[in-house]
């Protein structure tokens, strides 16, 4: 039996496509392992997969001044120790990383094992854990074409995003009963990403006058996040996180509003959902979401509403707007080329492990 390694934090984006891929390999028969950072969203979502995990110490990069950066250094180190050591006792054949900061520790001491490594970038241009680890990893993946310049040599290769097989099996009805919803008003789903957006949530609330006059709104706020005073508002549901039923809600609703992390927006695209996307700001982000949102745009799968421009009257427009012309996004959608790429990305396992 081959044993794989994967890794991946930070963000529920940079752990659910690895889900995609560990179901099909662990259908084949290989042994799946987790590293990930001990105090991330990935142990929660990893364990509650049932799939082994091994919390490593690790520091957050950072493009910006912090003093948690004297001393984030230090805890990179030690977790290369400590990955080191779990990669000498599970001697996987090949490892799997999906970025986000934890994934740098165990890329290196991968490559210390000389242990081939398969890696995967989920924007346009890569993150800054990515940037540091190409030059280790054997192969990177990546969803746009466009990417593949940022890459030396051979290494890089467009396979598009793995997809989870429960993303696609959700059941409306089970949304409906979920949210005691019901068939006579289009269902709105927003989502700020995992790990919530305040500003998105504020303008949405503030907006429920209007928007409910329309819609019924799934609001998956983030952690902490749930207002009480709105627990009672007919037509309106507040989750913190949804792992399980997300497939149920996406089946549910007709459009979605949501920040423009990779992972979730080509979720979406699989899903043939119409997007209004409100991409995080340069100063909140290394811009990608920018970028991510740009090409969805220019390519008619999504309208946008930059944050700095973001009220009820422009959310609420961008809103109607979707909703006017979602059967024309869908179509675009429809036809757009998507490329299977979990297995793709299997593949590419197979060919580069021990």
């Known amino acids: 039996m081959k044993r794989i390694v994967f890794t991946g934090g930070g963000s529920?984006?940079?752990?659910?496509?690895?889900?995609?891929?560990?179901s099909k390999l662990?259908?084949?028969?290989?042994?799946?392992?987790?590293?990930?950072?001990?105090?991330?969203?990935e142990r929660e979502i990893i364990e509650h997969a049932g799939i082994s995990f091994h919390p490593i110490s690790s520091g957050k990069l950072r493009r910006y001044f912090d003093i948690k950066n004297i001393k984030d250094p230090f805890k990179v180190i030690k977790g290369i120790g400590e990955a080191y050591r779990l990669l000498r006792k599970l001697k996987p054949a090949v490892v799997f990383s999906k970025g986000g900061f934890v994934s740098v520790p165990v890329i290196l001491?991968?490559?210390?094992?000389?242990?081939?490594?398969?890696?995967?970038?989920?924007?346009?241009?890569?993150?800054?854990?990515?940037?540091?680890?190409?030059?280790?990893?054997?192969?990177?993946?990546?969803?746009?074409?466009?990417?593949?310049?940022?890459?030396?040599?051979?290494?890089?290769?467009?396979?598009?995003?793995?997809?989870?097989?429960?993303?696609?099996?959700?059941?409306?009805?089970?949304?409906?009963?979920?949210?005691?919803?019901?068939?006579?008003?289009?269902?709105?789903?927003?989502?700020?990403?995992?790990?919530?957006?305040?500003?998105?949530?504020?303008?949405?609330?503030?907006?429920?006058?209007?928007?409910?006059?329309?819609?019924?709104?799934?609001?998956?706020?983030?952690?902490?996040?749930?207002?009480?005073?709105?627990?009672?508002?007919?037509?309106?549901?507040?989750?913190?996180?949804i792992n399980d039923e997300l497939a149920d809600i996406l089946a549910m609703a007709e459009l979605v509003v949501s920040r423009a992390g990779a992972t979730s927006i080509f979720e979406f695209l699989a899903l043939r959902k119409p997007m209004l996307l409100i991409p995080l700001t340069r100063q909140a982000s290394r811009g990608d979401q920018l970028l991510n949102a740009a090409s969805f745009q220019k390519q008619g799968y999504a309208q946008v509403v930059y944050?700095?421009?973001?009220?009820?009257?422009?959310?609420?427009?961008?809103?109607?707007?979707?909703?006017?012309s979602k059967e024309q996004m869908i179509d675009r959608i429809r036809s757009a080329k998507q490329t299977n790429a979990t297995e793709l990305i299997i593949k590419l396992i197979k060919e580069n492990s021990l």
Request: aromatic share 8%; net charge neutral; glycine share 10%.
């Open 307 to 324: 944050e700095e421009n973001l009220t009820t009257a422009s959310l609420i427009e961008g809103i109607n707007d979707v909703y006017k």
């Open 26 to 41: 662990q259908a084949a028969g290989w042994n799946v392992q987790y590293i990930g950072s001990k105090e991330g969203i």
């Open 12 to 22: 529920a984006g940079h752990v659910t496509p690895n889900l995609a891929i560990i």
């Open 109 to 241: 001491a991968s490559w210390l094992n000389q242990i081939p490594v398969i890696s995967h970038e989920s924007d346009m241009s890569p993150g800054l854990a990515n940037k540091i680890s190409i030059p280790f990893v054997t192969r990177i993946c990546v969803n746009f074409p466009e990417s593949l310049k940022y890459i030396k040599g051979e290494k890089g290769v467009c396979t598009g995003l793995p997809i989870r097989d429960q993303i696609t099996k959700g059941r409306a009805f089970k949304g409906y009963d979920l949210c005691n919803f019901h068939k006579q008003k289009p269902v709105l789903l927003v989502m700020g990403g995992s790990l919530g957006a305040q500003k998105i949530n504020s303008v949405v609330r503030e907006s429920l006058d209007s928007l409910l006059e329309q819609y019924q709104i799934v609001h998956i706020c983030g952690k902490g996040q749930i207002d009480e005073a709105y627990d009672n508002r007919r037509g309106y549901k507040q989750f913190e996180y």
